[in-house]
């Protein structure tokens, strides 16, 4: 059985600077939207806590000071910066596991853990009144040609990564979106491609997981979110390459059947051609009269016009066509959103049928007619992607896809996006499970924060996660003080 996940996600777009140069410490969006964030019991507020760091000697940056605004206009997505009360921007793993032992031993006050700061909302890689701690001066990655592994520090970005590897000759599977990787055919997720994480625990102790050492944790950390610790490094398996074949085509809306054709039978094909990847997504722009289609279509051998593609290439007119012979690195910066805007996003999974890919695309088009109309055609911009799993992923075979509404506004247009989005989820769920073609499993790195990814890997891999939690956070410190992130389910 061949699988595709629709994701559904929702982007405001609102300029950075509206916020993060406000005179007071916290923004509209956190006031309105978001609960206070310190601990149960906690004697002392945020800001008492910021003041003891700094006496320990952790430099904290404090809100309106040019670098805690630097680091708050970095995030991904507006919807995701909540204003701590300070942040806190460690060097070197025995920086975190000093600042972790502190903050456990020291305060009340909650932490965030910030890494890439992709994550959509909030409160995933921020927080409001508690410290964020940001992993981004620990973005270094070091290639060991000995034993073909790529070091990388907790904080580095992808672009930085595989700048870094190009010179030797390698790469590593890592985000084209998300885990899912222009290799995944052949090699898997990224997740799969970790063969060690150096990881701070929960009481500060930093150690190490892997399939030798604390194999239990080695796994739940592939997919099992913020339970666990900060993971200060990732070594990777590194993968011989050069350049890739590939680029985005772009077609009219009318193509849609045609389109939807041609990602199903690629996707069913999937296991015979691990060298490919493609997925198409319906796109509409603000502004615009229609969404059009585009298709991302890459060969990791670098090869052209490879036969599978030959539905994709035989579909005309294009509007647009970047297809080229380019670096790994060239090939992802390609497939970049703009970052400062709000999103909401959302997960689906669904059988590779394509009359329920026609539907999404259907409700996608009822999607935008709607917004257009009542709240302004000028304040949104919507994308629903159709993401192939590879077959090697799951039991060899799956398909993900998106919806990602792009608009301009405050805080309670994103409530009113959310509103419309999960309808819109909804709606192709109820059809999925009509038609037979549901799949139980939300894929996390795509899920939005009202969803629950972890119970969907199934009662056995819950129950997994709960003991393995229990193991190395056995007071549940994490769960108390770290509120971020997707959380182990209780048991029913």
Not at 56 to 71: M, V
Not at 80 to 92: D, E, H, T
Not at 150 to 156: E, H, L, P, V, W
Request: charged share 20%.
């Amino acid at each position: 059985m061949v699988y595709i996940s629709v994701k559904f996600v929702a982007f405001a777009f609102l300029n950075v600077a509206a916020n993060l140069g406000a005179s007071t410490s916290h923004s509209t969006m956190t006031d309105s939207l978001l609960p206070t964030n310190r601990g149960p019991d906690a004697i002392s507020g945020p800001d008492s806590t910021c003041d003891l760091l700094e006496t320990a000697g952790f430099k904290a940056l404090r809100p309106n000071t040019a670098g805690y605004n630097a680091r708050e206009a970095e995030y991904y997505s507006l919807s995701a910066r909540m204003c701590p009360s300070c942040i806190v921007q460690p060097k070197i793993a025995e920086d975190v596991s000093r600042l972790i032992k502190f903050l456990a031993t020291n305060t009340t006050s909650n932490w965030a853990v910030r890494c890439g700061g992709h994550t959509a909302w909030g409160p995933a890689a921020d927080i409001r009144d508690g410290v964020t701690i940001d992993l981004g001066l620990m973005n270094q990655t070091e290639y060991d040609a000995e034993t073909k592994t790529a070091k990388i520090q907790g904080g580095s970005l992808w672009q930085d990564v595989y700048s870094t590897l190009e010179p030797y000759g390698v790469t590593v599977p890592g985000g084209r979106t998300r885990g899912n990787n222009f290799y995944s055919s052949s090699v898997g997720f990224g997740c799969d491609n970790v063969v060690n994480y150096e990881i701070v625990l929960a009481n500060g102790e930093l150690t190490n997981a892997n399939a030798n050492e604390n194999a239990d944790l080695f796994k739940a950390l592939k997919g099992g979110s913020a339970n666990f610790g900060i993971v200060t490094r990732f070594d990777m398996r590194a993968i011989v390459t050069g350049d890739l074949y590939g680029g985005l085509i772009t077609h009219q809306l009318n193509a849609t059947d045609k389109v939807i054709s041609a990602l199903s039978n690629f996707v069913d094909r999937a296991a015979d051609y691990q060298a490919g990847s493609a997925f198409s997504f319906w796109s509409y722009i603000r502004g615009a009269s229609e969404s059009v289609i585009i298709s991302a279509l890459h060969d990791a051998t670098g090869t052209a016009d490879a036969p599978a593609f030959a539905e994709y290439a035989a579909i005309e007119p294009r509007l647009s066509s970047s297809l080229r012979k380019a670096s790994h690195l060239n090939m992802t910066e390609e497939l970049y959103f703009a970052k400062g805007f709000r999103n909401v996003w959302f997960a689906h999974t669904v059988v590779n049928d394509p009359a329920i890919l026609k539907y999404a695309t259907e409700q996608h088009n009822a999607f935008v007619a709607s917004w257009k109309a009542e709240v302004g055609d000028d304040t949104f911009s919507l994308y629903t992607p159709f993401q192939p799993l590879p077959s090697t992923l799951f039991a060899h075979g799956a398909a993900q896809g998106a919806a990602f509404l792009v608009f301009e506004g405050g805080p309670e247009l994103e409530a009113e996006a959310r509103r419309r989005m999960t309808a819109y989820r909804e709606a192709v769920k109820r059809e999925s499970v009509r038609t037979g073609t549901d799949v139980p499993f939300e894929y996390l790195n795509y899920a939005d924060k009202t969803q629950d990814p972890l119970r969907s890997y199934g009662a056995d891999n819950v129950a997994f996660l709960r003991r393995v939690a229990a193991k190395y956070d056995p007071e549940g410190t994490l769960r108390r003080r770290m509120p971020g992130g997707f959380k182990i389910p209780e048991e029913d």
